[in-house]
């Protein structure tokens, strides 16, 4: 499907086929008397995050995994987190963690990475994880920087184009330094052997984005502000994936919008992601592919495909 001159690229589609992929393998597991678990850690009154926990919780209990919901106020303290994720940690029927973001500021989201079981943290967040993800042999690979990937991969090969000769010396801009999703990006970007330029606020607030972004032949954007990136800030040809969900009003509605300016960015790249059913849809199945490989690594059962696989990657067993 083409949007003016750029190519959408159907994240829910991509979706479709890894879901179709994973229920196998999760009847796999099942016959094997393993129920994969996850469980979300959720901190209240934040409109993205819930919406996201919604439609994880329709997607585990889709695929017939077990799911539980941790929901703490906004007011809670580092001592209450802490005492959740360690809770979760030894039940033996959850297999993967998910800490929602944002945390509260009174909240160190260091501490609380670092409390989780390593076997358990599916976002590679806990230091041991991240390191692997720096290394270049990736226990768990992030859902959100890996679901930018499949957009990606899927769009080139499906225009015909070698996956590896097409990333090798391009340049990708990532825009957002978060540790779950911007800083992870960059590391499978340059697994691919890209050019790769980061920015972050501070890079805007000098008013040097656009130096920056006009340079992308793959531009990824996470950095959580509204239409942040408009057609001044690209050049012609640009494949652009969009990882922002950020709530706007709209009278009395609230609807989700992108970290691009959709119309204007389309009108000059070559493909771009929407918001929504671009890389949102792709999350929701990945973390759960992550929470079945946790099954399997710590129940010993299933044959499954390594996720860092999928996107071409080595790995740490």
């Not at 994969?36 to 329709?58: C, H, I, K, M, N």
Request: a negative charge; one cysteine or more; hydrophobic letters at 45%.
């Amino acid at each position: 499907m083409n949007v003016g001159q750029a190519h959408l690229i159907d994240g829910r589609a991509i979706a479709a086929d890894l879901k179709r992929t994973l229920r196998d393998e999760i009847a796999v597991l099942t016959a094997e008397g393993v129920c994969p678990g996850l469980a979300t850690v959720l901190f209240e009154d934040d409109y993205a995050a819930e919406a996201y926990q919604r439609r994880l919780s329709a997607l585990a209990l889709d695929l017939g995994c077990h799911y539980v919901s941790e929901a703490l106020p906004r007011d809670a303290q580092e001592a209450d987190a802490l005492a959740t994720v360690g809770k979760l940690c030894a039940d033996p029927r959850i297999n993967g963690i998910l800490i929602l973001r944002p945390l509260p500021p009174q909240i160190s989201e260091a501490i609380v990475y670092e409390a989780l079981d390593p076997l358990k943290d599916i976002e590679a967040v806990h230091p041991f994880n991240a390191g692997l993800l720096e290394l270049g042999r990736p226990r768990f690979v992030p859902s959100t920087p890996a679901s930018c990937f499949c957009c990606l991969d899927n769009y080139v090969s499906s225009s015909g184009r070698d996956l590896a000769r097409f990333y090798e010396g391009i340049n990708v801009v990532v825009v957002g330094r978060s540790a779950n999703v911007g800083r992870p990006a960059v590391l499978l970007a340059l697994a691919r052997n890209a050019t790769v330029m980061s920015c972050d606020e501070y890079t805007s607030a000098r008013g040097k984005l656009h130096e920056y972004t006009e340079r992308a032949d793959v531009l990824i954007v996470a950095a959580g502000v509204p239409r942040l990136i408009g057609a001044e800030h690209v050049s012609d040809g640009v494949i652009a994936i969009d990882v922002g969900i950020n709530p706007v009003k709209e009278g009395t509605r609230t609807r989700l919008v992108g970290d691009l300016d959709f119309d204007g960015v389309a009108s000059k790249a070559e493909a771009i992601t929407p918001v929504p059913g671009g890389v949102g849809p792709i999350t929701q199945v990945w973390l759960l592919k992550n929470t079945v490989f946790a099954a399997q690594l710590q129940t010993g059962k299933g044959e499954i495909e390594h996720p860092a696989e999928v996107l071409g990657l080595g790995h740490d067993g």
